[in-house]
């Protein structure tokens, strides 16, 4: 119910103290003229009778109060929803004709709006025929395109320069929902799509050594830079990625800004773990054969001797035939399981050496804090690396130099050795034995509090490398030296041959290059620029804090003011408990419906990670959040965002309408409501209903997070509590 308008309330109460003063008055004045006699006879008149006196001005004060609500009626609310009413017409595409009340020139008024707004929409609609006719042929190209990238069959993820995803196709839906740790609830959508962070799937430093690499080659000059990696996921995953640049052309130097980047992902985990399993039937074929080959050998000797006897010379032939077979039976055996599956290696990228052994300078002086000097760094010299890794193995190794050595200064030297390269990390100081070496060599790698499984020894062996340490007894210094692979100075495949640059996915929003990672917190950015998660909830009941629990979330993303359709989280919940009889006609979920679904402690943590990064929107949000509320103990889910009410904003902006139901609202502005009473529709029409008050928002001057917040809880309606 609409609270009263509080001017009123005031002129009503200030007409009746003014009906008071005015009764109390004239009875002073006719009493001040009585004789006392008088006064005498029309007291004991008026004595008993003094109540109708209040009556009267009772009566009074009504029929003032009733023509008073009349004119605010007619001209103070009409006007103020007119006023509304044409608001949302200059913000809406296609608004509800105005229904006008009050005077007859209030209703003129509303008349004259709509005829002007009749005259906008058809110039709107001109307008929108020319450009449909002037954009047909690129439509079209658009289309093809968008059918071309849709048919790839290998993963596309564009994304800006903060690494927030603005481009993907379905091809890398389906992977990342492979890659999602509850890809049966929510479909690997906390992971993929539009203004989601890239760093939710990939490790930060990584993507940022490629995109480094990226940049030496473009300040090189390089026509087509690209870079490529391979990483394990959160959920296991083995990932190769090959990164190109996409350019800003607004850069001060051409060739030299990167607007953002393109990921081209392909999932090698199987292949991968079917090369391990080929290197250890290798490494059992030859242990085996080693063997083998002795005790033939052996077998051989002992038949030479011409006064061998004939038994013992039968059964070392016999020795023979039987090690021939095993072997034949071993390698036989590696052929048939070798050809199971497609032969996968570690990628190595061609890279400048000299580039390499800068960036491992930097790298080794902000790590272990002391200088590096770099010795003889052939400007030609290319290498063939894993360029991650060996610069995790040269900063581990710097790192415990100093930490259990203390040395003081380091050293890079790159050379050419014959048909390989040759890279040392040098330093003086304290001696160390072989044991050391060793055991440094086998550790997994620690930088600080992270670690990594791999080992030394794993990544000199990814290479087809090899390492040792040394002592220089004249200079007194000791080095680490690694026999790495050379490659030719040519550059890897243009990233144009690959994936063609102007292809157009099935889900992108280019609006997202201009988005940067800003450090400011959410209650001080602009409305405009947030990313929501409006979702909606369906109950067993009406009561969160007497047992009643959550059966139904639904959910969607408005991202850069865009309502993402595609990108939305519905699951029905097991509520462990009976539905009440008197909701099921309202949301129609049954209990046969929820029967063997995941309870709330498993649908929560995926619906979380869905709304991470994101302010959290719904209808009466109290009520949904406290549901929510009450889960937190159970299972150790807390949503920390903050949370904007479409009801508390409608109230907001229009403060005389006489209800702010989402169907009231939806009807205001001409929203078609599909879905009504289940999570999933009305999420999605309250997040049409965010669509189109935040333009009216701007209006009243309500620009960023904490303006939204503070307005929204100076309303009525922000009392009601669950």
Same mark, same amino acid.
């Given at each position: 119910m609409k609270p009263p308008d509080r001017r009123l309330v005031r002129a009503v109460a200030a007409a009746g103290l003014a009906l008071a003063a005015w009764m109390g008055l004239g009875m002073a004045g006719i009493w001040a003229t009585l004789a006392p006699l008088e006064r005498e006879t029309v007291g004991a008149a008026l004595g008993p009778r003094i109540a109708w006196l209040g009556i009267g001005w009772a009566v009074a004060l009504a029929g003032v109060a009733y023509g008073l609500h009349r004119l605010h009626l007619r001209y103070v609310s009409a006007p103020a929803r007119l006023l509304e009413q044409t608001r949302? =017409? @200059?913000?809406? !595409?296609?608004?509800?004709?105005?229904?006008?009340?009050? *005077?007859?020139?209030?209703?003129?008024?509303? #008349? $004259?709006?709509?005829?002007?707004?009749?005259?906008?929409?058809?110039?709107?609609?001109?307008?929108?025929?020319?450009?449909?006719?002037?954009?047909?042929?690129?439509?079209?190209?658009?289309?093809?395109?968008?059918?071309?990238?849709?048919?790839?069959?290998?993963?596309?993820?564009?994304?800006?320069?903060?690494?927030?995803? =603005? @481009?993907?196709? !379905?091809?890398?839906?389906?992977?990342?929902?492979?890659? *999602?740790?509850?890809?049966?609830?929510?479909? #690997? $959508?906390?992971?993929?799509?539009?203004?989601?962070?890239?760093?939710?799937?990939?490790?930060?430093?990584?993507?940022?050594?490629?995109?480094?690499?990226?940049?030496?080659?473009?300040?090189?000059?390089?026509?087509?830079?690209?870079?490529?990696?391979?990483?394990?996921?959160?959920s296991g995953q083995l990932i190769r990625v090959q990164m190109a640049p996409v350019r800003d052309p607004e850069a001060a130097e051409p060739g030299a800004g990167i607007g953002g980047f393109?990921?081209?992902?392909?999932?090698?985990?199987?292949?991968?773990?079917?090369?391990?399993?080929?290197?250890?039937?290798?490494?059992?074929?030859?242990?085996?054969?080693?063997?083998?080959?002795?005790?033939?050998?052996?077998?051989?000797?002992?038949?030479?001797y011409a006064d061998l006897e004939p038994e013992m010379r039968e059964r070392f032939l016999g020795v023979v035939r039987e090690e021939v077979a095993a072997m034949s039976g071993r390698i036989t055996d590696l052929v048939q399981r070798s050809t199971q599956g497609l032969k996968t290696r570690w990628p190595l990228e061609e890279m400048l050496g000299s580039d390499f052994v800068a960036a491992a300078q930097r790298q080794i002086e902000s790590h272990c804090r002391r200088s590096v000097a770099v010795e003889g760094a052939d400007a030609a010299l290319w290498l063939k690396v894993e360029s991650f890794t060996l610069l995790q193995v040269l900063t581990?190794?710097?790192?415990?130099?100093v930490d259990e050595f203390d040395v003081k200064f380091l050293q890079l030297r790159l050379q050419q050795v014959g048909q390989r390269a040759q890279l040392d990390l040098i330093w003086s100081g304290q001696v160390m034995s072989t044991e050391t070496v060793m055991a440094w060599e086998m550790?997994?790698?620690?930088?600080?509090?992270?670690?990594?499984?791999?080992?030394?020894?794993?990544?000199?062996?990814?290479?087809?490398?090899?390492?040792?340490?040394?002592?220089?007894?004249v200079r007194h210094q000791a080095f680490f030296r690694f026999l790495l692979p050379l490659a030719s100075a040519q550059e890897q495949l243009d990233a144009a041959q690959i994936m063609q640059s102007d292809s157009r996915p099935e889900y992108y929003d280019f609006d997202l290059f201009q988005v940067s990672e800003q450090g400011n917190a959410l209650d001080d950015q602009p409305l405009a620029s947030l990313s929501f998660t409006v979702f909606d909830t369906e109950t067993t009941g009406l009561d969160p804090s007497g047992g009643d629990q959550i059966i139904q979330i639904g959910a969607t993303r408005i991202v850069n003011?865009?309502?993402?359709?595609?990108?939305s989280f519905e699951q029905l919940v097991n509520p462990g408990r009976l539905?009440?009889?008197?909701?099921?006609?309202?949301?129609?979920?049954?209990?046969?419906?929820?029967?063997?679904?995941?309870?709330?402690?498993?649908?929560?943590?995926?619906?979380?990670?869905?709304?991470?990064?994101?302010?959290?929107?719904?209808?009466?949000?109290?009520?949904?959040?406290?549901?929510?509320?009450?889960?937190?103990?159970?299972?150790?889910v807390a949503f920390h965002q903050p949370v904007l009410d479409t009801l508390l904003l409608s109230a907001v902006v229009h403060p005389n309408q006489e209800s702010h139901r989402l169907e009231a609202i939806a009807e205001r502005f001409n929203i078609t409501v599909l879905g009504r009473h289940t999570a999933l529709g009305d999420a999605m029409v309250t997040a049409e209903?965010?669509?189109?008050?935040?333009?009216?928002?701007?209006?009243?001057?309500?620009?960023?997070?904490r303006q939204a917040r503070e307005a929204a809880q100076a309303t009525y309606y922000a009392r009601l509590k669950y």
């Open positions: 949302v =017409l @200059l913000a809406a !595409s296609e608004p509800q004709p105005l229904a006008a009340q009050g *005077s007859a020139e209030n209703r003129a008024l509303a #008349g $004259a709006i709509h005829e002007l707004a009749g005259q906008r929409d058809r110039l709107r609609g001109d307008m929108a025929q020319q450009i449909a006719l002037a954009s047909r042929s690129v439509q079209q190209e658009k289309n093809r395109l968008a059918a071309l990238m849709s048919e790839l069959t290998q993963s596309v993820v564009v994304c800006n320069q903060g690494g927030r995803i =603005l @481009l993907y196709n !379905s091809r890398a839906r389906l992977q990342f929902r492979a890659l *999602s740790q509850a890809p049966a609830l929510a479909d #690997g $959508a906390e992971l993929m799509g539009i203004g989601r962070s890239i760093y939710a799937v990939f490790d930060r430093q990584l993507v940022a050594h490629a995109l480094e690499t990226i940049h030496q080659r473009l300040r090189r000059g390089a026509a087509s830079p690209s870079a490529q990696f391979v990483t394990a996921t959160r393109v990921l081209m992902l392909d999932n090698v985990t199987q292949s991968f773990e079917e090369e391990s399993l080929r290197d250890q039937l290798l490494h059992g074929l030859t242990e085996g054969s080693r063997s083998s080959l002795a005790n033939m050998q052996a077998a051989v000797d002992m038949l030479g581990y190794l710097a790192g415990r130099l550790d997994p790698m620690r930088f600080g509090s992270q670690s990594t499984p791999l080992t030394v020894r794993d990544v000199v062996e990814r290479h087809g490398g090899e390492m040792w340490f040394e002592r220089e007894r003011g865009k309502l993402l359709r595609h990108e539905i009440s009889a008197a909701s099921i006609p309202i949301h129609g979920i049954t209990q046969d419906m929820v029967a063997g679904k995941p309870d709330i402690g498993a649908v929560l943590p995926a619906f979380h990670a869905f709304a991470q990064d994101t302010v959290l929107v719904a209808h009466n949000a109290a009520f949904d959040m406290k549901f929510l509320k009450l889960q937190e103990a159970a299972t150790g209903v965010l669509l189109r008050l935040l333009p009216l928002l701007q209006a009243r001057g309500i620009h960023t997070l």
